[in-house]
């Protein structure tokens, strides 16, 4: 089937430049430190508002591992870590994200090869060579520290490569079974209904007859991403990929691209030259369209992030009310209403995965359906 072989080389190109924006979306300056470490309490349970609200925050932003639980009576995180890969001002330097273990002396300094490197708020900074330790000023901003350039295997890019693969899988099976026949066989009689559904649905409606079948590939491929890493932020894992800015901001750029590119002349027409309108109406016209071509992506982009961070968010808090709620509730009583509310929440999110998947598809091809529309001229 040609959509499932176009879709194919779609994900491979779509993952490539995920990763590098996501990657360079790890850098940042440290606005803030925050006033202690909620996973290096030894003994210590996060159970206040503070500890609590620190910890939501930082399950919500990306990281250089992977940490289920930690141990509270020794402080031994349980879980693994990924490989960091940053240039720094000698070049190239790898090694794995353990070496910036946890401790209660402060930000541990890596140093690798005569380079010192140390993590601040899951961002790598390299010091100062003469540096022995991390000094910050009044306003908690690291004052012998510099940004690098972090091409990490975070868990975004983790989230992303499981995505992509199982993409491809899903794909390459659908492909080979209509290779079978007109009636696919085994898992692709499961991805044929949702193939059919974006077909007849999303890009026959919005891009017409003629020409759907160009951008195919790519409506399949995005709704097909974004379905797959929604579904993934509701595992216990904590991937939280397309709550990431940078993801929905390249995910974004990519419709913006293929609409401009896509467009014919009547679209740039009506953007720069609105037919059958006076002169001095069609300049000020002008920066109207313009603004409103550049708001179509900021919209796509903006939309995602901020529903798929809100549905984290509030799924943190329900499950914080086990351990807010205790003492006027008792322990039983806190942990029945949160296991409820989280449930219910997440059922809603299963719903709020797809949905926003479809909304980002739908959108795509309805800008790019203006975009490739011919317009009759009376």
Not at 70 to 80: M, N, Q, R, S, W
Not at 113 to 140: C, M, P, Q, R, W
Not at 148 to 157: A, E, G
Not at 260 to 279: A, C, E, L, R, T
Request: charge should be neutral; proline fraction near 3%.
């Amino acid at each position: 089937m040609m959509i499932a072989k176009n879709s194919i080389k779609l994900v491979t190109t779509l993952l490539i430049a995920l990763f590098s924006v996501a990657t360079f979306a790890q850098h940042g300056d440290n606005h803030e430190e925050e006033a202690h470490d909620t996973h290096s309490t030894v003994g210590n349970p996060i159970d206040t508002k503070e500890e609590i609200k620190a910890y939501s925050e930082h399950h919500l932003k990306d990281s250089h591992d992977f940490i289920f639980y930690t141990d509270a009576a020794t402080g031994e995180h349980k879980g693994f870590s990924l490989p960091v890969i940053v240039w720094t001002s000698k070049g190239l330097k790898t090694f794995m994200s353990s070496a910036f273990h946890h401790n209660d002396d402060g930000h541990v300094i890596v140093d690798k090869d005569g380079v010192k490197l140390t993590k601040i708020h899951s961002k790598i900074y390299e010091l100062d060579a003469n540096a022995t330790e991390v000094t910050f000023d009044d306003k908690h901003h690291a004052t012998n520290a510099h940004k690098v350039l972090d091409f990490s295997i975070t868990k975004t890019v983790v989230g992303m490569l499981l995505a992509s693969f199982l993409l491809l899988l899903g794909f390459t099976s659908l492909a080979r079974g209509y290779k079978k026949g007109a009636i696919p066989t085994g898992f692709a009689r499961v991805l044929e209904p949702l193939v059919i559904y974006v077909r007849d649905d999303i890009a026959r409606p919005n891009i017409g007859e003629k020409k759907y079948r160009k951008y195919m590939g790519f409506l399949l491929t995005v709704f097909f991403f974004i379905w797959i890493l929604n579904l993934l932020g509701l595992t216990p894992l904590g991937f939280n990929v397309t709550g990431n800015i940078a993801v929905t901001v390249c995910l974004a750029l990519f419709t913006f691209f293929i609409v401009q590119f896509s467009g014919n002349k009547d679209y740039w027409q009506h953007i720069f030259w609105m037919p059958g309108v006076p002169v001095l109406m069609k300049i000020a016209l002008i920066p109207i369209e313009v603004l409103g071509m550049l708001t179509k992506p900021f919209s796509l982009l903006i939309r995602l992030f901020a529903n798929i961070t809100a549905g984290h968010a509030v799924v943190m808090g329900l499950i914080a009310v086990a351990y807010t709620a205790k003492q006027s509730l008792g322990i039983a009583g806190g942990f029945g209403v949160s296991f409820f509310l989280t449930l219910f929440i997440s059922l809603i999110e299963i719903l709020v995965a797809f949905l926003q998947a479809f909304i980002f598809t739908m959108l795509s091809s309805l800008f790019i359906g203006m975009a490739v529309a011919e317009h009759d001229e009376h």
